[in-house]
């Protein structure tokens, strides 16, 4: 059944458990985080991404969103379609009017009264259309040095607990991402990110929205289970899915070329879905739906 984010994450919140919101570029994958999620009986959120190429297209946008939208529809278990990192209001506005159930703005590089500004506009236009918002305070970065050395990323900058009660009464968000020492994308080699619960605990205790971890991938399963019982209710995951992904398609083109070539595409899916459905028992929704 397709649902707001915020029928998902208010229990999660409240049975502490954490749901995967997991970065789909395409159809088949749409498929993957469904078919998962109605294996193991648990909600999930499918992130989609106006800003990557093969949706840039309006056309294209607008197909792709109806056929998220009714999978979602179609499936026996609660599905979201969230706007993962909306930039700018003009994206919110696109993503209000193809048919997403919840966005995201992310102005967290911004400064502070800038992000909230930005916030309480897109709240303020969200809600109207009935939607649930998300935003960032505190900034993920990229795990990888070498983005940031090339400009190209935003450092990591952890949230400030003291400004949370703030951000939220002043913005009216629905859902709060929250820089705890998580990062964004694959990290150097065996390098496992150092959360800070204390902080997290801090923060979870002040905050009366549903709580974001950005970047899941790469952090470490007690990490994530700890964090999802800590508070967390949503996990982004992209990266770790699409090495489990190209892993099993690889996998089967080198066990017999011919048919891995014809099944490359299909082993690729299958390995994507697998790690979302690990994750779904690391984040403990599975049985939730
Ligand atoms: P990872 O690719 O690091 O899992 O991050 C995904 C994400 O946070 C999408 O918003």
């Known amino acids: 059944m397709l649902v707001k984010m915020d029928e998902i994450l208010i229990k999660a919140r409240r049975e502490k458990y954490g749901v995967i919101a997991v970065s789909c570029f395409s159809l088949e994958l749409i498929k993957a985080a469904i078919n998962a999620a109605e294996k193991k009986r648990s909600p999930v959120i499918l992130n989609i991404n106006l800003k990557y190429d093969f949706v840039s297209e309006e056309e294209d946008v607008e197909l792709f969103l109806y056929m998220a939208r009714e999978r979602a529809r179609r499936s026996s278990v609660p599905v979201a379609v969230n706007l993962d990192h909306g930039q700018d209001y003009r994206t919110i506005m696109r993503a209000i009017s193809h048919g997403f159930t919840s966005v995201m703005i992310d102005a967290s590089a911004k400064s502070y009264h800038e992000n909230i500004a930005i916030t309480k506009e897109v709240v303020h236009t969200a809600h109207a259309a009935g939607l649930p918002v998300e935003a960032e305070l505190g900034c993920v970065g990229m795990a990888d040095e070498t983005f940031r050395l090339e400009n190209k990323y935003t450092k990591s900058a952890k949230t400030d607990p003291a400004l949370v009660k703030d ?57 994530l289970s700890k964090a999802c019982k800590m508070g967390i209710s949503k996990i982004n995951v992209g990266t770790d899915l699409m090495e489990a992904a190209i892993c099993k398609a690889n996998a089967g083109y080198q066990e017999n070329q011919n048919k891995g070539r014809i099944n490359f595409l299909t082993n690729y899916v299958t390995g994507y879905q697998e790690s979302i459905e690990y994750y779904m028992e690391v984040f403990g929704s599975d049985g939730k739906a």
């Open 167 to 223: 951000f939220i009464e002043k913005t009216n968000v629905d859902f709060l991402a929250v820089s705890i020492g998580n990062a964004h994308g694959p990290y150097a080699k065996n390098i496992t990110p150092h959360i800070d619960f204390e902080l997290l605990t801090e923060i979870a205790e002040i905050t009366p929205v549903p709580l974001v971890l950005h970047g899941g991938s790469g952090t470490g399963d007690d990490n």
